[in-house]
RNA sequence: GCCGAUGUGGCGAAAUGGCAGACGCAACGGACUUAAAAUCCGUUCUCGCUAACGCGAGGUAUGGGUUCGAAUCCCAUCAUCGGCACCA
């Protein structure tokens, strides 16, 4: 390709126009404050998902989403709203880390390395981001934030009452570390030995690591946490209030697992001597459930085993059982623990409780099905109307009492029925429906003292701490085996030069070796985790508003113009990949919430309309990776057919959420495109110099060509404000055909093309609108700063239109009449047509159906 | 297993209640050329009828339904992809 001709300059243009864009900041954003800020444009903040730059650069997947938000952004600036683009680093994490010990070196400059070559490859694309607001969250100056945040989370508590985060100090109980939202537990955590390190629940995918695919365990230690659970309530119901794709938030939704039931309360029975002690200091085993209205089909109970009244209930008979069945549970990992269509286990403690609806006594169980961390970590056994319960109870013959009707079906055919039906077998409630059902016994229950409605979450609290050693540390120090923050004057808290960094594998931090470093003082030493990656991302498009600002994360002024508007959400438009629905998505709303309701922020949610764009396969249709073979490196692709026809060939292949392969014929049509467009404003002369075309005149589009310029004024802007790049892209070829043979081409129709085409094709548009403005004067100025153009409706309205004649709904004739026709003209007209006659011969005619400007259905048989 | 998305030519797709296949790729034919590339013009859902302009029938995963009219709305089934997966 290098030796053949390009069909036009494009590896001329296009690093000619890059460099002007950076020497002259087209694009940089004026925050309020600066002298450039024009207080009367509104403000449209455009962001995408920052990578993580990895060893291997860009693949043609990273600028899909940034090419759509490029689009818009270019767009919405000749729109003459003032643009929030910018572009940043999520720098540190593990796989910086992975990568570095892979290849020996300091993951800092891995990682300043990594970074440079992300951005000369961005750069090449195009791209308008503000590059003045470029951020990296291993930077000292951007980490401080970070750690100052975490120190707004460490001092504040959730006040249930108010629903929000308040500052620790309004606390009144007594134990102000027991609320903290950034709170020292010792949890069983997912430790994963060949990273060295614990996870989050979200890293861990069927017992192994996300990252490498290692196996990981279950093992108890001291971490930080953080207390999003008493977000849970509102991560869920805010929403509400966003423009994000419904599956999306019906994800974050389920994640969060909100169930709503009611806690009961059951009475340890008399049982063996050991523990009679314990019920008669009146123990009892709180149970939640979301079917309060079965508690009369309670025939046994099950707690999990690791919960604590198990050592206080066993009976001696039943110790060695219990213990030998808890041993077996800890070994097992998550896998097998998860592991499906498997066998339900458990041991009998010996112990008994009393139903408190039925006051029967009924056994208490363990089994692994129980889970400690969800709910009260016990249950009661219904194996009428739960499935887990019915298989544990018709493995080890317990009981089972029908206690709702299906619809339908006998008691005895409504075992295993777990919808709602009719209450039977429940004097309390006897022919009430589930509902119904629900609501009085929880009453009942609530009357006598004995149970409550209560809700639970499937969301845990987030597991902060890492055992790594590049990530931020923590603003915080240990005194006497209590922890302290630092104060905010004493960040950044930076991480000590370490020679060796790799983690030890004993769960040691790698911060721990660093000696001098840990001392803080006489008697205090530093915390030697450090935070996961998500914490940078969790805030980073806030600093985007006010990257340079030392005196606070984000100037109050700054915030409020580009996080606040009319809506729910800061960010106007955020595009990025679907694998970030959950975690990202759900840890950065948690932070914005809590620090909007300490007062930092303008608004309670980060992001308002959300998009996802769908994956790009390799040309095999298959996911591309390096074991295949089907990576496409965008480098290669501009090498051969430019960045405009890199960037075209992304937003032509299909709808940008759909998830397509890629084609490199398909690149070369795009690429055909816009050679059109240059050829219809250029021609190459004797010399073979690209000349502007003669063609070229000062001259009024006829009505044919006025009708597809303003056509394609209207759909290119449509299908901009909705996202459909591909069918503006197959618009502006459809205008671009019309003109290919004209013999004479209105400059005027080709500079609303340029201006049209510019957000998609922003090199080959501005070179081609600096030759016009050469010869034709009037303006001087780049096409990027032009105005876009609106369509004048008027010139679309045809003065005549074709009417589909349709008998029984077939196509059998067309009909081409005035405008606005009447009824009763389109019909005799219709009726009039010799096809029409003919085919309704020997037919009466029913009904005649009219569409004005559309069709004439004639029924008939 | 549960939840969600998707299913249209040889391929990427368009049309979201009113002409199915815009636009692009590929293929085929033509013009230009000594030739090729590039470029420009044309054809291309399937089947049948016609010497031909054309005409007819069928067609949007499958089966049913609603409607004057369905790729589009509803029900069921199948397939592919994604998420969750003992959450009481």
Redesign the pocket.
């Given at each position: 390709m290098s030796e053949?001709?390009k069909?036009y300059p494009f590896d001329f243009f296009e690093p000619k126009w890059q460099r002007i864009w950076d020497e002259r900041r087209v694009f940089h954003a004026p925050n309020p404050g600066e002298s450039s800020f024009d207080p009367s444009k509104q403000k449209f903040y455009v962001l995408d998902m920052f990578p993580y730059p990895s060893g291997a650069g860009l693949h043609v997947g990273h600028p899909e989403g940034y090419t759509a938000t490029d689009i818009v952004a270019r767009y919405k600036r000749m729109r003459g709203f003032n643009v929030l683009h910018p572009m940043g680093w999520d720098a540190f994490g593990l796989p910086a880390e992975q990568y570095a010990i892979k290849t020996g070196q300091h993951p800092a400059i891995t990682t300043r390395e990594n970074v440079a070559k992300f951005k000369s490859q961005l750069q090449r694309i195009g791209f308008s981001y503000d590059w003045q607001r470029e951020i990296n969250t291993s930077d000292p100056d951007f980490y401080r934030w970070t750690q100052w945040i975490f120190l707004q989370i460490y001092n504040s508590w959730f006040n249930s009452e108010t629903q929000r985060a308040e500052p620790i100090r309004t606390y009144r109980g007594a134990d102000p570390d027991s609320v903290r939202l950034a709170y020292v537990a010792d949890v069983p955590v997912n430790w994963c030995p060949e990273l060295g390190t614990v996870l989050a629940?979200?890293e861990v995918?069927d017992g192994k690591s996300e990252v490498g695919g290692f196996p990981v365990v279950r093992r108890p230690m001291r971490q930080w946490m953080l207390r999003i659970t008493a977000y849970a309530e509102r991560l869920i119901d805010e929403l509400e209030g966003l423009d994000w794709p419904?599956?999306i938030k019906?994800?974050q939704r389920?994640?969060i697992?909100r169930?709503d039931?009611a806690e009961i309360d059951f009475p340890i029975a008399g049982m063996a001597d050991s523990v009679a002690a314990a019920s008669d200091r009146g123990y009892k085993i709180r149970?939640?459930?979301?079917?309060p209205d079965t508690l009369y089909g309670a025939t046994y109970m099950?707690l999990?085993p690791e919960h604590s009244l198990v050592e206080l209930i066993v009976s001696e008979e039943q110790w060695p059982a219990v213990r030998d069945y808890r041993e077996r549970t800890a070994r097992k990992s998550d896998l097998e623990?998860?592991?499906?269509a498997?066998e339900?286990?458990g041991a009998f403690t010996g112990a008994f409780t009393i139903n408190p609806a039925s006051s029967e006594k009924i056994p208490i169980w363990i089994a692994?099905?129980?889970?400690?961390?969800?709910?009260?970590?016990?249950?009661?056994g219904?194996p009428g109307h739960?499935?887990?319960?019915l298989?544990f109870a018709r493995k080890f013959q317990l009981p089972i009492i029908p206690v709702v009707q299906a619809p339908g079906k006998t008691p005895a055919e409504s075992i295993g029925f777990v919808g709602d039906g009719m209450a039977i077998n429940s004097p309390i409630i006897d022919g009430l429906s589930s509902v119904e059902g629900k609501t009085k016994i929880t009453r009942w229950l609530e009357e006598r003292g004995v149970g409550k409605g209560a809700v639970?979450?499937?969301l845990?609290d987030w597991l902060f701490s890492r055992q790594r050693y590049w990530g931020e540390p923590f603003p915080v120090i240990w005194e006497k085996g209590a922890h302290r923050a630092l104060d905010e004057n004493e960040l950044p808290v930076v991480p000590p030069a370490l020679e060796d960094y790799k983690p030890s594998g004993t769960g040691d931090p790698p911060l721990a070796k660093a000696k001098e470093w840990i001392r803080y003082s006489d008697k205090a030493t530093r915390e030697t985790n450090t935070m996961p990656q998500w914490a940078g991302s969790c805030w980073y498009y806030l600093r985007f508003c006010d990257p340079k600002n030392d005196r606070r994360f984000v100037g109050e002024e700054a915030e409020r113009y580009w996080m606040g508007g009319a809506k729910a959400g800061g960010v106007d438009l955020y595009i990025g990949g679907?694998?970030h629905?959950?975690l990202h998505l759900l840890y950065a709303r948690f932070w914005h919430k809590v620090l909007f309701d300490l007062g930092y922020l303008s608004k309670p949610e980060p992001f308002q309309r959300l998009v996802n764009q769908g994956?790009i396969l390799g040309e095999d249709?298959q996911?591309m990776s390096k074991s295949r073979g089907n990576v496409v490196n965008p480098d290669t692709v501009i090498d051969q057919h430019g960045a405009d026809a890199f960037r075209c060939y992304e937003m032509?292949?299909?709808?940008l959420e759909?998830?397509?392969?890629w084609?490199m014929?398909?690149v070369?049509?795009?690429a055909?495109?816009l050679?059109?467009v240059w050829?219809l404003i250029m021609e190459e002369n004797q010399a073979g110099e690209w000349e502007l075309s003669p063609r070229l005149r000062e001259i009024a589009p006829d009505k044919a060509q006025q009708k597809i310029v303003h056509g394609t004024i209207k759909k290119v802007s449509e299908d901009i404000e909705s996202l459909?790049f591909?069918?503006a892209?197959?618009?502006m070829?459809?205008f671009?055909?019309a003109f290919?043979?004209a013999p004479a081409i209105p400059v005027s129709a080709m500079r609303t093309l340029l201006v049209l085409l510019n957000p998609f094709a922003p090199h080959l548009t501005s070179e081609l609108w600096e030759k016009i403005s050469g010869r034709f004067g009037d303006t001087r100025s780049d096409v990027a700063e032009q105005e876009w153009p609106g369509h004048d409706e008027a010139v679309l309205v045809e003065d005549e239109v074709?009417i589909?004649v349709?008998i029984?709904?077939?196509?059998?004739d067309?009909l081409r009449v005035a405008i606005d026709a009447n009824e009763e003209e389109l019909k005799s007209a219709a009726l009039d047509l010799p096809?029409i006659q003919?085919?309704l011969a020997g037919k009466e005619v029913r009904?005649i159906?009219i569409?004005p400007n559309?069709?004439v259905?004639i029924?008939a048989n």
């Open positions: 053949r001709r069909p629940n979200e995918i419904e599956g019906l994800l389920n994640w697992g169930s039931g149970v939640f459930t979301t079917r099950v999990a623990r998860t592991e499906l498997k339900k286990t692994d099905y129980v889970l400690l961390g969800y709910g009260t970590g016990a249950i009661m219904v739960d499935e887990r319960d298989e639970n979450y499937k845990r679907t694998e629905a959950v994956l249709s996911k032509f292949m299909g709808p759909q998830m397509k392969p084609s014929r398909g070369e049509g795009v055909r495109f050679a059109r050829r459909s591909n069918t892209i197959s618009q070829m459809v671009v055909n290919t043979n074709d589909i349709q029984n709904g077939k196509l059998r067309k096809k003919q085919h009904k159906v569409v559309k069709i259905n029924v």
